[in-house]
C-alpha cells in the first residue's frame, strides 16, 4: 500500500465550481502535510501547509483528519488558473511522501 | 524571497559522461534535498542534507552522488548513468531538517542517451 494515496482524477470542472481533493496517508507517524501544486513542466509549489484545525487562504481551505488520516483541499470559485496537478504530501522525520497528484482541468 | 535555484535547467549527457547538477539557496535554511521526478508521477527523495551533513540516501544508486560544500549550495555529480535515469531533478530546502514547508527549485531536466 503506498504510503499516501490520492485519487489522480482528472477532474474537469466549469469556472466558479467548487473543487475537492482528498488523500489518505498510512503513516500514523507523519507529522506535518502539505498541499503543493505543481504546473505542466514546472516545479512544485508550495499552497498551503494542513493543520487539524483546518486553514484557509482566499479560496482554498484544507484540513486534516488525524483519526480518519486523511487530509483534504476544497477550491471555491475555481478559476481557469487553477488548472494544474495537486500533490497532497506528508512528512516523518523530515521525508517528505507525495501522492500521485490530481489532475485538474478548469474549463470556460 | 523563497527563492531556490538550479543550473543547469536542461542537461543532454551520454552514459559515459560525467556531469553535475547545483543548487543554491539563500533564505538561511539548514534542511536541503534533492528529488527526481518521472513524467506523470509525483516526485521521490533521494538524499537529504541536514546542517551540511547527508542524513537520508534512499537507496540511491552509487552513480549519484551528492555533495554539499556549505550551506547553501547543494551539488549533485552524476557518473555512468543509465537512459532510465533521464528526468527531472528537483532541488528543495526547508528550514530546519524536522517537517517544515519545503521550497522546491525549478529543477533540471536529464537526458541520458
Known amino acids: 500500500r503506498k504510503e499516501v494515496e490520492q485519487d489522480p482524477g482528472p477532474f474537469n470542472v466549469p469556472e466558479g465550481a467548487t473543487v475537492a481533493f482528498n488523500c489518505t496517508y498510512s503513516?500514523?507517524?507523519?507529522?506535518?502535510f502539505f498541499w503543493y501544486r505543481q504546473d505542466c513542466r514546472k516545479e512544485p509549489k508550495l499552497l498551503m501547509s494542513v493543520y487539524s484545525s483546518g486553514n484557509e487562504d482566499g479560496r482554498f481551505t484544507a484540513q486534516l483528519n488525524r483519526a480518519s488520516q486523511y487530509i483534504s483541499l476544497l477550491i471555491r470559485d475555481s478559476k481557469l488558473s487553477d488548472s494544474a496537478t495537486y500533490l497532497c504530501?506528508?512528512?516523518?522525520?523530515?521525508?517528505?511522501?507525495f501522492g500521485q497528484g490530481t489532475i485538474l482541468t478548469v474549463h470556460p | 524571497d523563497t527563492e531556490v535555484t538550479q543550473t543547469p535547467k536542461h542537461l543532454v549527457m551520454g552514459m559515459t559522461n560525467k556531469k553535475s547538477l547545483k543548487c543554491e539557496q539563500h533564505m538561511g535554511h539548514r534542511a536541503m534535498y534533492w528529488y527526481k521526478q518521472k513524467a506523470k508521477k509525483p516526485p521521490e527523495l533521494m538524499f537529504v542534507?541536514?546542517?551540511?551533513?547527508?542524513?537520508i540516501n534512499e537507496s540511491v544508486p552509487s552513480r549519484f552522488s551528492p555533495e554539499c560544500p556549505n550551506s547553501s549550495l547543494l551539488n549533485l555529480h552524476l557518473h555512468a548513468l543509465q537512459p532510465e535515469d533521464s528526468a527531472l531533478y528537483l532541488c528543495?530546502?526547508?528550514?530546519?531538517?524536522?517537517?517544515?514547508?519545503?521550497?522546491f527549485g525549478p529543477g533540471t531536466r536529464l537526458t541520458v542517451l
Open positions: 528543495a530546502s526547508s528550514g530546519g531538517p524536522g517537517d517544515n514547508e519545503q521550497f
Open positions: 504530501g506528508g512528512t516523518s522525520y523530515g521525508k517528505l511522501t
Open positions: 503513516n500514523s507517524a507523519s507529522q506535518s
Open positions: 542534507y541536514s546542517y551540511e551533513k547527508l542524513s
